[in-house]
DNA sequence: AGATAGTGTCGAAGCGCTTCGACGGGGAAG
DNA sequence: CTTCCCCGTCGAAGCGCTTCGACACTATCT
């Protein structure tokens, strides 16, 4: 193994400067600086991270804890941690990847042992548990998502009430005055998983303000729920034309449902939804909705961390606007 | 931050004896290791990870490389990575997330800057680039999935030409002579992912040893896709009432593509798939299936490594055998 | 009884890097 | 022509842990 000593020697200078050339600290004449670099180059060194951690207390390298329960869209969370790590990749860090199940013993130990720098902790709930915890850490973190009390925390997320609201104004504006929300399984609302009702908030204010007849509808992650809540919404509410979805896997499965049941998409039934853009765009008929916009927040979320890794202050809150694309799935009231 | 030090002091004994007590290296009383015991927990002592690694040259993280490209099930990839980090923490390692993206130079990063120990790479491809890499690595390492030439290196994944055979075989039992599988995207096979090319063979080899007519389609992961492989299925190959789907987004959207042609699925077609048993039990007809064991591999890859950090020797190829679950989509030839 | 072999513990020497204080030399300011 | 300061570099002191060799003891064998 090349060390930091080889390459002074190799360069003429002392391992301080090599340090100093490396990291920018103090000030190296260009003349030196190439010299070192050449040496680096062909000598092939690499600081050994354990060494530099050691020293340094920095270890470069970010927790990420992912959920996996039940009712959690995987491509989103996959596509969160890809956006995590190319991002801190991009400010020299790497990403230790935890799940949920080691709970706050495993964030303690990462922390603790210096094993990382900071933390990134997904599928935060109202009233999480991690919360006291994260609050005492000696490392900064941040969440994704929003708990009931955000003091003290950094934590960033789609604005999911806002996006319950640009979906029904959409609605609203294309004349619709009866619409319903189907939302995520019963249990998601249960366990207080705040976007969930922070969509269900949106909704329901929106539509109060607009003077429309609304309900919502909790709904399990299956094609054959799905075809269920669409009979009980032509039953109960025959005058419905507008529907938000918030759901991923079954917002296909619920058009289906609604075109089997006789319903045309958007001729009798105007739908959006709240889900990734790529689901959005590649079902049958194109759904009009609100993208979750997986990559921002985790970008967003390396983003806060880094600065508060420089010492800066970060925002408690970080809200992302929703953005709502229009597909072919609404059109005017019929 | 309490240290070894503390430790020792508040024991009555030296650094080096916290040290053997922790590791168990060197024989210790149980009396001394009892009363060093209740000093860590008293003191709250977590030995320092980077020191740790300096001085003893081990890191005790693996490196994961997932996969981010087209046609690869992301469900798939997640479950496994789940797999990998609770099978590594019982073995007292962490996970580092890389992704592909940063190829050849992130390997070499993470392995020469001793960043981790051994490295797990998912998604090899018969012709990797990565594999000269691998092998020259100083650090051990798992492939998930078989290359060309898989020499020197320790590969493991499902037996998927087993699997193909064993499908063939289930729909051979049951007397089908006309039979089709259905692939996955061309490009898979352009790129040649082992996995497929050697579902191909198995399904090919079992036909042909029991006489069966035999067919291949490649199929792109979607819905419309699947429909029209089913039309020109029905069109060009009227006799057929046997089909294997090697694909695991359009395995629903096949069926159904069937049956509003006018098939009934077992009636008059059979249809197996290889698929996580997940997928293949939660769709309208429960499917006939061979398990895609996520959870085997990736704690079969992770105990590989653990022999070899052992420095004992670990075999080269590592198959699993495929299990076919029977369930509602398969009967006997109409 | 003396030699032999374990046991259980200690001290000291690193592991490879960062960082602090110091210092020589040159330019600007007085 | 001093004095002061800044730039560029060096040496040395750790960062917190593991590990090697040594050593004192007790037990076992002849």
Partial sequence: ?????????HAGVSPS????ALSGKRPISEETRQRIEDSIRELG???HAGARALASSRSNVLALVVPLRAGIHVPVVMQFAVSVVTTARRHDHDVLLLTQEEGEDGLRRVADTAL??????????LHDRRLPLLRALDRPSVLIGFPA????????????QAAGEVCVEHLAGLGHRVIALVGSPPE????????????????????????????VHPCEAEPAAARQVAEQLLRERPALTGVVVHNEPIVEPLIDAFEQLGLRVPGDLSVTAICPDELAGRVPVPVTSVAIPSDEVGAGAVELLMKKLGGAAAPEATLLPPRLTVRESTGRRP
Wanted: hydrophobic share 40%; charged share 25%; with cysteine.
């Fill in 116 to 125: 990382v720098d900071a933390l990134i902790v997904m599928d935060v709930q």
């Fill in 188 to 215: 998601v609302y249960v366990r207080e998983t705040g976007f969930a009702q922070r969509v269900v908030r949106g909704f329901t204010a929106a539509a109060d303000r607009h003077g429309l007849s609304s309900s």
């Fill in 1 to 9: 193994m090349v060390k930091i000593t080889d390459v002074a020697r």
């Fill in 45 to 47: 060194y690499r600081p």
């Fill in 17 to 20: 400067t090599v340090s100093y």
């Fill in 149 to 160: 009390e955000p003091d003290g925390l950094t934590c960033i997320d789609l604005d999911f």
